[in-house]
């Protein structure tokens, strides 16, 4: 039996085909994951991985393919190692990401245009609010909603680096009316996701938020996408969150477990629900 029929044995079915497709597998090696397979029971993927042939990431990464659920390569993009829900989506932080998106949407994001939006807020700086609006608009796109993640932290912005887009205009070009919405980028590997960085950081970042143009674009945003998450400063820095919260009309919170004082996120909370925001949830992240 040559490579050809080995691909198209039963036994190696479209987990087979997929790794021999991205290069991972050598078409040679099929006969060998196919007597392991028989002999221990496995499926094919932990087959291979048993033989040292492949790694937990390429089964990852074509299982993804596979079910429609979406997987960024590192020969597609650099990753940042904080988006786990892509490079561990069976870790616990994952799983605990997808249980709060079933939370969010039984409570928020109701299919209704006046509740898609959601900012992501956290009382004290370094809390991980990136690290949270980044990973839930991953399982939110993962799960085949139309997903907009906006950076609206013109300080200190995380989101381009975690999705490998450093030099866009982004928001504040947008705001300033420099560059139109073209700049909102599909994320390569995750259908359905699509990021609106910050861009080059203005002197005037409370004054872009303020204005008019920022309002249009969560308009245009309700129009085009399910899921519009928004990353904002944090609290006490500045008042950004606040009127993002506002314009965004609901807002979840963010804490760091023995970090976070309980009487500064009680009274973010205070403030958001002050400016007229919804408060739909919160999550604690871990040191």
């Given at each position: 039996m040559n490579a050809p029929d080995l691909l198209r044995a039963p036994a190696a079915g479209a987990i087979?085909?997929?790794?021999?497709?991205?290069?991972?597998?050598?078409?040679?090696?099929?006969?060998?994951?196919?007597?392991?397979?028989?002999?221990?029971?496995?499926?094919?993927?932990?087959?291979?991985?048993?033989?040292?042939?492949?790694?937990?990431?390429?089964?990852?990464?074509v299982l993804g393919v596979q079910f429609g659920y979406g997987h960024l390569g590192a020969a597609e993009a650099p990753l940042a190692r904080e988006l786990v829900a892509v490079l561990k989506p069976t870790s616990r932080v994952a799983e605990e990401l997808r249980a709060l998106r079933s939370q969010l949407l039984l409570r928020w994001f109701s299919g209704d245009v006046r509740q898609r939006v959601l900012a992501v807020t956290s009382a004290r700086a370094r809390d991980g609010r990136s690290f949270v609006a980044a990973n839930l608009a991953v399982v939110f796109a993962q799960q085949g909603q139309r997903t907009l993640l906006i950076d609206a932290d013109l300080?200190?912005?995380?989101?381009?680096?975690?999705?490998?887009?450093?030099?866009?205009?982004?928001?504040?070009?947008?705001?300033?009316?420099?560059?139109?919405?073209?700049?909102?980028?599909?994320?390569?590997?995750?259908?359905?996701?699509?990021?609106?960085?910050?861009?080059?950081?203005?002197?005037?970042?409370?004054?872009?938020?303020?204005?008019?143009?920022?309002?249009?674009?969560?308009?245009?945003?309700?129009?085009?996408?399910?899921?519009?998450?928004?990353?904002?400063?944090?609290?006490?820095?500045?008042?950004?969150?606040?009127?993002?919260?506002a314009r965004a009309g609901a807002a979840m919170l963010v804490a760091r477990r023995h970090r976070s004082r309980l009487r500064s996120v009680g009274e973010l909370a205070r403030q958001l629900r002050d400016a007229g925001a919804a408060v739909v949830g919160s999550m604690m992240n871990q040191p």
């Open positions: 087979g085909t997929l790794l021999v497709e991205r290069g991972v597998l050598q078409p040679e090696a099929i006969a060998r994951v196919i007597e392991r397979q028989r002999s221990s029971g496995q499926p094919f993927g932990e087959a291979a991985i048993g033989l040292g042939l492949i790694k937990r990431a390429d089964l990852d990464a300080r200190h912005p995380a989101l381009g680096r975690l999705f490998h887009m450093p030099h866009s205009a982004g928001l504040a070009g947008v705001l300033s009316g420099r560059v139109g919405y073209e700049v909102i980028e599909p994320v390569g590997g995750l259908p359905g996701l699509h990021v609106l960085p910050a861009g080059a950081a203005p002197p005037n970042p409370q004054e872009l938020i303020g204005r008019r143009a920022f309002g249009e674009l969560l308009d245009h945003a309700v129009q085009s996408y399910d899921v519009v998450l928004i990353d904002t400063p944090a609290a006490e820095t500045c008042a950004d969150a606040l009127l993002i919260a």
